[in-house]
Nanobody, 124 residues
């Protein structure tokens, strides 16, 4: 059984920064692609960023490129999302998710384990 626990959310003013963490249990973290998704009020869950099992490949949705950075520390079984220059439209619940062995994608169906989410609110 894999457990993912997010932390680091909160309330921040526009232009501010937050760093989200996703702590994973289990011994297979380092062999799975991982991703961050978010769900804004009244909207569908959307892909934010993904990272390969080594951390060598990353991808971002267009709206966060240049502002968000996804990374991982495999020995610590932890993934991060550094969010800079936050905007009110970034307000959402943010979720980390485990993808397939050695890969990741942008569809929710490609992920089998999800965290409980951490709330990010950006005020204008």
């Amino acid at each position: 059984q894999v457990q993912l626990v997010e932390s680091g959310g909160g309330l921040v003013q526009a232009g501010g920064s937050l760093r989200l963490s996703c702590a994973a249990s289990g011994r297979t973290f380092s062999t799975y692609g991982m991703a961050w998704f978010r769900r804004a009020p009244g909207k569908e869950r959307e892909f934010v960023a993904g990272i390969s099992f080594t951390g060598g490949t990353t991808t971002y949705t267009d709206s966060v490129k240049g502002r968000f950075t996804i990374s991982r520390d495999n020995p610590k079984n932890t993934m991060y999302l550094q969010m800079n220059d936050l905007k009110p439209e970034d307000t959402a619940d943010y979720y980390c998710a485990r993808g397939s062995p050695y890969g990741f994608g942008s569809r929710t169906a490609q992920y089998d384990y999800w965290g409980q989410g951490t709330q990010v609110t950006v005020s204008s």
